[in-house]
């Protein structure tokens, strides 16, 4: 059967002749005027439609995949589940378009208007949005991760239970915009204006926020774990007169505590081992600190790293300091910085006016350590001898007991083993990182390596590549800043 031809459409049209289910494979309809026509089912995969008057057509499960639908109008158009793969539709006009369901994966709908738009259900994966207008657009339970919305308006949108991992949103007016539940994990929102947006039950796992405009959230519920942001805009009038932190704007809201340990070099299977074995003694062997628990293993070309996570920071450094005995090079240095650690904080329960004063610069306070930050001090260093230990000098009475305490027949036959590996001897660097990713303890076997939190603020390691930077090398090729001492 022969293809209808432009005229054969337009004089079906005028004698109100069904269109539906028509083929109309790259058929040229530039142009076009059919206002309220039913082309339900219709196939116009790659058809040209530039400027086509389609206002109010019922365009139901229609495959318009390819098709190029540039400046278009659809106003009120229903595009229910119609299949949109790799559509182009920049500048087009489509408010008020049903487009429930529908399939755009892939499509470009570039400075689109789309105000009071439905796209429940759609799938948006990959699909340019930039400078688009959603204004009031009903969007949720969509799929759109991987796609761009750069500079896209989303006023007063409900985006409630939507999939938006991985979405560019750089520059993104989502003013009273409803994010109920809605995952943006791995998400680019820097710039972002999020002004009375309702982000409750959100998943910003790892977003960059970095001058985002953040006055007047709803955030009950939301996940902020590894989340990050130089700064946000806290003004009333997003001016910029008011800067503050994540923490500020997401006041009380952290992720757990999370300690990264990096090793220089592979690290073989039965090193492992002996690590993951003396963490499940560690849990075992100290009830005070069984919270303490495996996060993450990453293996790289040149380095490795392993994640600790715990409830408390103080837990982390008491799992530390037995650690210490069994990795070789780099236990003189956490030593070290343990005991100093110790010794600091020892002054702060000694003196609860430096304790405030300490709280009140920032250094640490209740979202930090938790509000038990008393008992928790008391209880590491009751259970943790060696802890406090490393700020007596060796050889001490002092050090005796905590070596006697941490050398165990277990760990004497574990040093024996690892003693006989490369890793004994390889450089290492620890941080332990509040639920807030603020640094708030750092040790290394060597100056030139420093550990960065995961959202890469901080130069020194390349996790990526999987091999260690010194400051002076990342700086002179990526141009970071060197991380000054206030910053630490």
Not at 327 to 351: H, T, W, Y
Request: aromatic share 6%; proline share 2%.
């Amino acid at each position: 059967m022969s293809q209808l031809s432009r005229g054969d459409i337009l004089g079906r049209f005028a004698t109100r002749d069904s269109l539906r289910g028509i083929s109309l494979v790259r058929a040229d309809l530039s142009e076009i005027a059919l206002v309220g026509a039913d082309l339900s089912e219709a196939n116009l995969r790659m058809a040209d439609l530039n400027r086509a008057d389609l206002r109010e057509t019922r365009m139901t499960g229609c495959h318009l995949s390819g098709a190029i639908m540039n400046g278009a109008n659809l106003v009120g158009a229903n595009l229910v589940e119609a299949s949109m793969i790799g559509v182009s539709l920049k500048g087009a006009e489509l408010a008020r378009a049903d487009l429930s369901g529908a399939d755009l994966t892939g499509a470009n709908l570039d400075s689109a208007n789309l105000p009071g738009a439905y796209l429940v259900g759609a799938f948006l994966n990959e699909t340019s949005f930039n400078g688009a207008d959603l204004s009031g657009a009903y969007v949720r339970m969509a799929q759109i991760s991987g796609s761009n919305l750069g500079g896209a308006l989303l006023e007063g949108a409900d985006l409630s239970q939507t999939n938006l991992s991985g979405v560019h949103m750089e520059g993104c007016s989502l003013i009273r915009a409803n994010l109920f539940g809605a995952s943006l994990s791995g998400s680019y929102l820097s710039g972002c204006d999020l002004r009375g947006a309702n982000l409750a039950g959100a998943d910003l796992t790892g977003c960059n926020l970095t001058g985002a405009k953040l006055f007047g959230i709803a955030f009950e519920g939301v996940k902020l774990d590894d989340a990050w942001a130089e700064w946000v805009d806290l003004s009333e009038n997003a001016d910029g007169s008011l800067h503050g932190s994540l923490e500020d704007a997401f006041a009380n809201v952290g992720g757990k505590p999370l300690a990264e340990l990096l090793f220089e070099g592979q690290v073989t299977d039965d090193v492992w081992a002996e690590i993951l074995a003396h963490l499940r003694e560690f849990q075992a062997a100290d009830p005070g600190h069984s919270d303490v628990r495996l996060r993450a293993i990453q293996q790289g070309v040149n380095s490795a790293a392993l994640y600790i996570e715990a409830d408390r920071e103080l837990s982390i450094a008491a799992y530390l300091t037995a650690f210490a005995d069994i990795i070789g090079k780099g236990s003189v240095e956490l030593f070290e910085k343990l005991g100093g650690l110790a010794v600091d904080q020892a002054d702060v329960l000694s003196d609860e006016g430096i304790k405030e004063d300490i709280q009140d610069e920032g250094a640490f306070g209740p979202g930090d350590f938790g509000d038990d930050l008393d008992a928790s001090l008391e209880s590491l260093f009751n259970d943790s001898p060696s802890l406090f230990a490393a700020s007596a000098p060796r050889g001490s009475a002092v050090t005796a007991i905590a070596d006697s305490n941490g050398s165990g027949p277990a760990n004497s036959s574990r040093i024996a083993i690892l003693k006989t590996t490369s890793f004994w001897n390889t450089e290492k660097a620890f941080a332990i990182l509040t639920g807030k990713r603020r640094i708030w303890f750092e040790a290394a076997s060597s100056e030139l390596l420093t550990l960065r939190p995961p959202h890469g603020m901080v130069s020194g390691l390349d996790l990526i590549r999987g091999r260690f930077v010194p400051d002076n090398v990342r700086n002179a090729q990526f141009q970071t800043p060197k991380r000054t001492k206030a910053a630490r």
